[in-house]
């Protein structure tokens, strides 16, 4: 049985930084495309950022390009998301996923399986 927890929400001020870990278990990690997804209270859930199975390939929505960085410790079974520069709009539960699927530019979060329960990310103004 696959589980992803992630970890590393906490309020923080705009321009601040976090870190954020997610910690797979229950699969073979290095099969997984992995990826972070956000949603905002009555908004849909949207895609963050996605990294490949070797960690070598990755993909960011345009909104956090330059911000933030997603990448993974194959021999941890984890996989991290470094947000710098937050802005409020930043604000939202965000999701670790896991998928079969090679890794693409466009992944909607039905390309994804399995899930984590969320982590609360808060940035104030």
């Known amino acids: 049985q696959v589980r992803l927890v992630e970890s590393g929400g906490e309020l923080v001020q705009a321009g601040g930084s976090l870190r954020l870990s997610c910690a797979a278990s229950g699969l073979t990690f290095t099969t997984y495309t992995m990826g972070w997804f956000r949603q905002a209270p009555g908004k849909e859930r949207e895609f963050v950022a996605a990294i490949s199975w070797g960690g070598g390939s990755t993909y960011y929505t345009d909104s956090v390009k330059g911000r933030f960085t997603i990448s993974r410790d194959n021999a941890k079974n984890t996989v991290y998301l470094q947000m710098n520069s937050l802005k409020p709009e930043d604000t939202a539960v965000y999701y670790c996923?896991?998928?079969?699927?090679?890794?693409?530019?466009?992944?909607?979060?039905?390309?994804?399986?399995?899930w984590g329960q969320g982590t609360q990310v808060t940035v104030s103004s």
């Open positions: 996923a896991a998928s079969r699927t090679r890794l693409r530019s466009t992944m909607p979060p039905g390309d994804f399986g399995s």
